[in-house]
C-alpha cells in the first residue's frame, strides 16, 4: 500500500503554536508529529466510544490491544511496574 504524503504550510496565531509546541514538547515529539496526531484523532472525536464494547474495538482497530506481544501476562506486568515504582530511589 503506498501512502500519499502532502506537505502543508500554515500560518498560526503565536497563542497556538506556543500551545501545540509546549503539548509536543511534553510527548518528546516533533510538533509536526504532534499536530500530526493530534489531526489522526478527528474520526475519533466526532464520534466518541459510547459503550466499552466500543472503545474496546476502537482500541483494537488502531493497534493499541496486543500492541506489546511481549507482554504473556498484563495482571503480571502490572505488579512488576508497581512495584518497581513503589521501590524505587527518590531524587
Known amino acids: 500500500m503506498i501512502k500519499r504524503v502532502m506537505n502543508i504550510s500554515i500560518e498560526l496565531p503565536s497563542d497556538l503554536e506556543n500551545e501545540l509546541s509546549a503539548e509536543a514538547s511534553q510527548l518528546k515529539l516533533p510538533l509536526s508529529e504532534y499536530i500530526l496526531r493530534v489531526l489522526s484523532f478527528r474520526p475519533f472525536l466526532q ?9 474496546v474495538a476502537y482500541w483494537e482497530s488502531v493497534g493499541v490491544i496486543n500492541s ?3 507482554i504473556a501476562d498484563s495482571q503480571e506486568y502490572a505488579r512488576r511496574l508497581r512495584d518497581q515504582a513503589e521501590h524505587r530511589e527518590r531524587v
Open 47 to 55: 464520534n466518541p466510544p459510547k459503550t466499552g464494547l466500543d472503545l
Open 68 to 70: 506489546r506481544p511481549d
